[in-house]
């Protein structure tokens, strides 16, 4: 049984730094695409990041380019989310979704995905 469970979340100031990690069960992540998704109160759930791991590309949201870096640790079965200069619109429950194909440019579309985190928050806060 596939299973994705995420870690890192928390608070941190504006500025500040958090890693968030994606480990998955069941599922190699040496295939297919890790996306990593974001949802805050009243927003529409939208992608943050990919990496593709048949072809190595990674993927960023405008609004993340920059500050955000996406990672895969094979022996560890995991994905990483390095998350610098955090600002309070990062503000967000944190859900990584998995599928065993390369989606490309689709990556931000979640109907691409077959497997879903439960997610970890974060909030950017004074």
């Known amino acids: 049984q596939l299973q994705l469970v995420e870690s890192g979340g928390g608070l941190v100031q504006p500025g500040g730094s958090l890693t968030l990690s994606c480990a998955a069960s069941?599922?190699?992540?040496?295939?297919?695409?890790i996306g990593w998704f974001r949802q805050a109160p009243g927003k529409e759930r939208e992608g943050v990041s990919c990496?593709?791991?048949?072809?190595?590309?990674?993927y960023y949201a405008d609004s993340v380019k920059g500050r955000f870096t996406i990672s895969r640790d094979n022996a560890k079965n995991t994905v990483y989310l390095q998350m610098n200069s955090l600002k309070p619109e990062d503000t967000a429950v944190y859900i990584c979704?998995?599928?065993?194909?390369?989606?490309?440019?689709?990556?931000?579309?979640?109907?691409?995905?077959?497997?879903w985190g439960q997610g970890t928050q974060v909030t950017v806060s004074s």
């Open positions: 979704a998995a599928v065993d194909q390369i989606v490309g440019p689709a990556w931000a579309n979640q109907i691409v995905y077959d497997y």
């Open positions: 069941g599922f190699s992540l040496d295939y297919g695409t």
């Open positions: 990496f593709s791991s048949s072809d190595g590309r990674t």
